[in-house]
T-cell receptor, first 114, second 114 residues
Framework: AQSVTQLGSHVSVSEGALVLLRCNYSSSVPPYLFWYVQYPNQGLQLLLKYTTGATLVKGINGFEAEFKKSETSFHLTKPSAHMSDAAEYFCAVSEREYGNKLVFGAGTILRVKS | EAGVAQSPRYKIIEKRQSVAFWCNPISGHATLYWYQQILGQGPKLLIQFQNNGVVDDSQLPKDRFSAERLKGVDSTLKIQPAKLEDSAVYLC????????????FGPGTRLTVT
């Protein structure tokens, strides 16, 4: 069965500092991995995805993530945090055999301090 | 391109009452998903439709929840009777299906059961 663990329900960084949000997954087959962002009272917006190919994936708003099979990880990073990055971030895994159903982690709330 | 539309955005009902949510997916998207997002948790899939057929409803509490997607376009999700623990945001998402793994989310309906 698929599962996702996001380490840290809350992360606080200073504006301009590195953002690192951690995600570990469990999957019985090569997974497809996603990061979504959710702003207050809004739906989820896709930041980036990994399906096949290059393991370093670049997304919108300067975010990127690296798929590390040996570590079963898909951590999200951004070199320099901006106030507008404050939101909740969700890591998700899907398997084609299960109709591309997404299984989400519990989410990490990112706070950016000025 | 218009996004996924949901209504109502907010709903407050008393326990044991019934409620219905509506979703209009992105035009041409064959696959439609309903997720339940309880406060502090990641979204959890309730039901997945491929056109007007159900692909996965394994986590839908069928004694009180029902969903339909007539004509393979719009969808409604109904709860009858509602319980306190049904308080959550109900998210609708759609995808083109096939090898397209990206799901596009609507803004959600926030349900409060008192």
């Amino acid at each position: 069965a698929q599962s996702v663990t996001q380490l840290g329900s809350h992360v606080s960084v200073s504006e301009g500092a590195l953002v690192l949000l951690r995600c570990n997954y469990s999957s019985s087959v090569p997974p497809y991995l996603f990061w979504y962002v959710q702003y207050p009272n809004q739906g989820l917006q896709l930041l980036l995805k990994y399906t096949t190919g290059a393991t370093l994936v670049k997304g919108i708003n300067g975010f990127e993530a690296e798929f590390k099979k040996s570590e079963t990880s898909f951590h999200l990073t951004k070199p320099s945090a901006h106030m507008s990055d404050a939101a909740e971030y969700f890591c998700a895994v899907s398997e084609r055999e299960y109709g591309n159903k997404l299984v989400f982690g519990a989410g990490t709330i990112l706070r950016v301090k000025s | 391109e218009a996004g996924v539309a949901q209504s109502p955005r907010y709903k407050i009902i008393e326990k044991r009452q019934s409620v219905a949510f509506w979703c209009n997916p992105i035009s041409g998207h064959a696959t439609l998903y309903w997720y339940q997002q309880i406060l502090g948790q990641g979204p959890k899939l309730l039901i997945q439709f491929q056109n007007n057929g159900v692909v996965d409803d394994s986590q839908l509490p069928k004694d009180r929840f029902s969903a339909e997607r007539l004509k393979g376009v719009d969808s409604t999700l109904k709860i009858q009777p509602a319980k306190l623990e049904d308080s959550a945001v109900y998210l609708c998402a759609s995808s083109a299906g096939g090898h397209s793994y990206e799901q596009y989310f609507g803004p959600g309906t926030r349900l409060t059961v008192t």
